[in-house]
């Protein structure tokens, strides 16, 4: 069982950065990929950025390309979403997923097997 705990949300302004973490319990976290979901007011669940196993290999939504990173220290058992340029529609809860089938770049919530709890980033002028 893998328990996945989110940090380092907050309110940040227009253009600002913020880099979120996952934290992982037990001793599987590397053996599983990652991948990074966001759930704004009223809407579903939105992929958002994926990482496979071994860190190697990584997919991202169009919507966060080129301003958003996705890391993993499988040292630390720990996953990062790195945002950059935020922009007010990046407001939305944040949610860390592992899936054991090594899937990283699917946009269905349901491939993954194991979520935290979701940390809030808030993107106001």
């Known amino acids: 069982q893998v328990q996945l705990v989110e940090s380092g949300g907050g309110v940040m302004q227009i253009g600002g950065s913020l880099r979120l973490s996952c934290a992982a319990s037990g001793s599987s976290f590397s053996d599983y990929s990652l991948v990074w979901f966001r759930r704004a007011p009223g809407q579903e669940r939105e992929y958002v950025a994926g990482i496979s196993q071994t860190g190697h290999s990584t997919y991202y939504a169009d919507s966060v390309k080129d301003r958003f990173t996705i890391s993993r220290d499988n040292t630390k058992n720990t996953g990062y979403l790195e945002m950059n340029g935020l922009k007010p529609e990046d407001t939305a809860v944040y949610y860390c997923?592992?899936?054991?089938?090594?899937?990283?770049?699917?946009?269905?919530?349901?491939?993954?097997?194991?979520w935290g709890q979701g940390t809030q980033v808030t993107v106001s002028s």
């Open positions: 997923a592992q899936s054991v089938r090594g899937t990283y770049s699917d946009y269905s919530p349901s491939t993954y097997q194991y």
